[in-house]
């Protein structure tokens, strides 16, 4: 039996190997969190001075060396670190589901011994 046989009659090796194939284009993904906030910058004579039309800032927030520390994202680049954040999560789903995969055939493998 070859080895596309095998796999092609296991549909968890397939799920697996699907996976597995698409982690090539997690390359780009960025840890930690998008924030978005809304705050005042502080000139008296801006439209954000009344407290209600508040300028959007945006930040990445991520765990360096232990500690949290946020970093400013220009507007310009905004859709860009969304998506990539959103790899990340896309990445640690599919690490999720390759390791219940695994678990769920160690556990088969070790009825049978």
Do not use: W
Not at 24 to 29: D, K, L, V, Y
Request: hydrophobic share 35%.
């Amino acid at each position: 039996m070859g080895v596309a046989i095998f796999m092609a009659a296991d549909p968890d090796l397939r799920l697996r190997g699907q996976l597995v194939r698409r982690l090539g284009r997690f390359r780009e993904m960025l840890p930690g969190s998008f924030v978005e906030n809304k705050r005042s910058c502080g000139r008296p004579n801006c439209h954000c001075a009344d407290g209600k039309s508040l300028h959007t800032q945006y930040q990445i927030s991520v765990l360096v060396d232990g500690k949290p520390k946020t970093f400013h994202v220009p507007k310009g680049m905004v859709d860009q670190v969304r998506e990539k954040i959103q790899l990340r999560q896309r990445f640690e789903a599919a690490v999720a589901a390759i390791c219940k995969i695994n678990l769920r055939r160690f556990l088969k493998e070790r009825e049978k011994s």
